[in-house]
């Protein structure tokens, strides 16, 4: 197995997923990130949107957030599931091989990555 070096890490991306009966639950999530974390949020996609199999927006952070934001998604997320993965520019491992899951494990569509 071949090691690789975690500076190959440029950010990381959090995608919170939620449907019509959840998406208040995601607004309130929302909100507690932006008031606590310097980030960049995405729009909100209500239907699925690339590789993402439900409705969902994205939360982009840099590297020296995953130590709190990780634990804070964790703790707060109230049942919403989660992906968190890396970026560093190999969009198919990251996606699939190296990611993260806060709740339900969801089959992503690799196809179009």
């Known amino acids: 197995m071949t ?10 991306h959090a995608h919170v997923y939620y449907d019509a009966e959840t998406k208040e639950t995601a607004a309130r999530l929302r909100a507690g990130v932006e008031a606590r974390f310097e980030i960049t949020m ?11 199999p439900r409705g969902s927006y994205q939360i982009a952070f840099g590297t020296e957030l995953f130590g ?14 989660v992906l968190v ?25 690799l196809s179009v990555l």
């Open 3 to 12: 090691t690789l070096d975690t500076d190959m890490i440029q950010s990381y």
């Open 42 to 52: 995405g729009r909100w996609h209500d239907r699925p949107i690339g590789p993402h």
């Open 68 to 81: 709190e934001l990780v634990p804070w998604l964790a703790l707060n997320r109230d049942g919403l599931t």
């Open 85 to 109: 993965h890396p970026n560093t520019g190999q969009d198919l491992p990251d996606h699939a091989e190296r990611a993260l899951w806060l709740g339900e494990i969801l089959e992503l569509d």
